[in-house]
């Protein structure tokens, strides 16, 4: 990854060991600021710069699935993964509405299977 994007220090969306996975040694950690102690638990030569993002106004506690996939299409990744569907809120459907509304050249991978 060329930018690892972390929203938060919970372990759902924190994982030093997931992070090494998907680092190269020019990957930027992009992290909240109480996020930064966490930082130092990534291992290894993976990680080339950790930053720091700032929050001008607040967000939602999560995006339903279009306005996820609105801001996907905003920032063309070329691989995204939704996330917080049919466990800890949303439905099991809102995976496939995210991927319908997600637009090409971006490909989507949803990992749970439900």
Not at 20 to 49: C, F, H, R, T, Y
Not at 67 to 90: C, D, F, M, Q
Request: charged share 25%; proline share 5%; hydrophobic share 40%.
């Amino acid at each position: 990854a060329d930018f690892i994007l972390i929203t938060h220090d919970h372990y759902d969306h924190f994982s030093p060991e997931d992070i090494v996975k998907v680092a190269s040694g020019k990957s930027v950690l992009i992290i909240p600021e109480k996020a930064a102690e966490m930082a130092q638990q990534v291992e290894g030569d993976n990680i080339g710069n950790v930053g720091k993002i700032v929050t001008v106004t607040p967000g939602t506690y999560t995006m339903d699935a279009r306005k996820a996939a609105e801001l996907i299409n905003n920032i063309k990744p070329r691989i995204a993964i939704p996330t917080h569907y049919g466990s800890i809120v949303g439905k099991k459907e809102d995976a496939d509405i995210f991927a319908a509304a997600v637009r090409e050249p971006v490909k989507v991978e949803v990992k749970m299977k439900y």
